[in-house]
């Protein structure tokens, strides 16, 4: 049974940073794509960061440099490093995983089959 778990989210301050983290179960990472979305209320979940399955790109910069995604499939976990933090950034976060791909599509929450049941991120000045 494929299985995706978020860290504890947080609150931080505007600027501030935080890394969430996904674990999984039931698969092994190294044979998904990985990603992670957003979702505020009302809104649709929004694709912020994919890395491509395999090891040969461990890591993917995106948010014009602040957010950056990356695996570990020694440890079946896939990361979200996320610096200089905006209100806006206020969101559930959620980790998903797929194990193929349009690559052009990555960002597309159709594009994933399996869902964390996502974690709470606030931003606050």
């Known amino acids: 049974q494929v299985q995706l778990v978020e860290s504890v989210g947080d609150s931080v301050q505007v600027g501030g940073s935080l890394r969430l983290s996904c674990t999984s179960s039931?698969?092994?990472?190294?044979?998904?794509?990985l990603a992670w979305f957003r979702q505020v209320p009302v809104n649709e979940r929004d694709g912020v960061a994919r890395v491509p399955l395999g090891g040969c790109t461990p890591y993917v910069v995106s948010m014009k440099g602040r957010f950056t995604i990356f695996r570990d499939n020694d440890n079946n976990s896939v990361y979200l490093q996320m610096n200089s933090l905006k209100p806006e950034d206020t969101a559930m976060y959620y980790c998903?995983?797929?194990?193929?791909?349009?690559?052009?599509?990555?960002?597309?929450?159709?594009?994933?089959?399996?869902w964390g049941r996502g974690t709470q991120v606030t931003v606050s000045s």
């Open positions: 039931g698969f092994t990472t190294r044979t998904y794509w």
């Open positions: 998903a995983a797929n194990p193929t791909m349009i690559p052009s599509q990555g960002l597309l929450a159709d594009s994933y089959t399996y």
